[in-house]
């Protein structure tokens, strides 16, 4: 579904640009920034394209404030409750503010945040939650109408102020009330829409109920930017993220990273391998077929077709391309001997 384009910094999301990969960031906020900008470069790096942080006091706005201004990447102010923090997050140049309005309080407010909005040209995202949706419509039985509901309660407020900056979340811990509140809005409006499982639990459960409601939607053209929420790292939500798309047809440039579960016959350690280069495979920006076998059976004659391998037998690794083996070693020299094979494709 084609959407309006809304600009965030210097990321357009909506209007058939690629779907953009949040995540969010999991710490506190501190004055020592210096850390969180590098960090947020790494997070770019390895394809996050905007970082949400919350954002529960003044304290923190002025943080991140300060924080937006240096950042390469646009970031995103999570404001609950109090609506004078949205204010200051505005005021001081964050890139994109998001309400909730299960809890954000009166009309008045939203307006307040709105007319901000407007002299300073930030756009907003309004995030339905189906767990804190507005005390109306908290007993309603229907959850993917309600969460709809809630969203065109907010919407008339931006449309009566003539506000067309907005990106819209539907988000619920339930897969079907989910997909269902992102279909019928994605029919009714033409505001682009954020997805993702809210709560989705832990890196296994979390990616399966995430895959599952975004692949839905994405194959159905509905979504302009993504979340993968886990109770996991920042860089795994990112990776996540990216494999949904790429599985859904969305991404085609990247790495494809084939590797065996292992078993009683492996002799090379291909956990740990993987743990030690991940970071590194998911910067490369072309589309490159990486092999990582845990025994002589599988690589490299099953991984013939990778554009790179690796694989080993007690002591000794093998490296090998399209099949043919280009280098062997000790298992010390791993990821070195990879390496270099790596940056000469």
């Known amino acids: 579904m084609k959407t309006k384009s809304i600009k965030i910094g210097n990321q357009i999301i ?14 506190p906020l501190t004055k020592d920034i210096q850390p969180i900008l590098l960090e947020l470069k790494e997070l770019n790096e390895i394809g996050a394209d905007i970082v949400r942080f919350a954002v529960p006091d ?4 002025v943080i991140l404030s300060d924080i937006s ?25 964050v890139h994109k503010i998001r309400i909730n309005p299960g809890n954000i309080g009166s009309s008045w407010k939203v307006e307040e945040v709105i007319r901000a909005a407007i002299d300073m040209a930030t756009p907003i ?15 309603r039985t229907d959850l993917p109408e309600a969460m709809v509901e809630a969203a065109e309660m907010e919407l008339n407020i931006f449309e009566k102020l003539n506000f067309k900056d907005v990106v819209f979340s539907l988000k619920s811990s339930d897969i079907d009330s989910t ?32 895959s599952i409601a975004l692949n839905k939607l994405i194959i159905a053209g509905i979504g302009d930017t993504i979340r993968v929420s886990l109770s996991d790292t920042m860089q795994n939500e990112v990776f996540a993220a990216r494999e949904i798309l790429k599985s859904s047809g969305k991404e085609s440039q990247g790495v494809n990273i084939v ?6 016959r492996a002799s090379f350690n291909t956990h740990e391998f993987l743990l030690s280069i991940e970071a590194d495979l998911q910067k490369i ?3 490159v077929s990486i092999a990582v076998m845990g025994c002589i059976v ?30 062997k070693g000790d298992s010390s020299q791993a990821a070195a001997m990879f390496t270099k094979e790596l940056e000469k494709i």
Not at 125 to 139: H, I
Not at 302 to 311: Q, S, V, Y
Request: hydrophobic residues 35%; glycine residues 14%.
């Open 298 to 327: 599988n690589g490299p004659g099953e991984a013939r077709h990778a554009d790179l391998g690796i694989t080993g037998s007690g002591d000794n690794i093998v490296i090998f391309k399209k099949g043919e083996i280009v280098g």
């Open 69 to 93: 201004k240096k950042s390469l990447i646009p970031l995103v102010a999570d404001i609950h409750f109090d609506y004078k923090i949205a204010l200051k997050c505005i005021e001081g140049g």
């Open 125 to 139: 995202r309004v995030g339905v939650n189906g767990g804190s949706l507005p005390s109306s419509l908290r007993n």
């Open 58 to 61: 003044m304290d923190d706005a």
């Open 259 to 264: 590797s065996c579960p292992r078993c009683g």
């Open 179 to 210: 997909v269902m509140a992102n279909q019928i809005f994605s029919k009714k409006y033409s505001y682009p829409l954020h997805l993702g499982v809210t709560e989705a639990g832990p890196l296994i459960p979390g990616i399966v109920k995430s």
């Open 285 to 287: 920006k072309k589309n």
């Open 14 to 27: 909506g209007s058939g640009f690629p779907i953009a990969i949040q995540t969010m960031w999991k710490s």
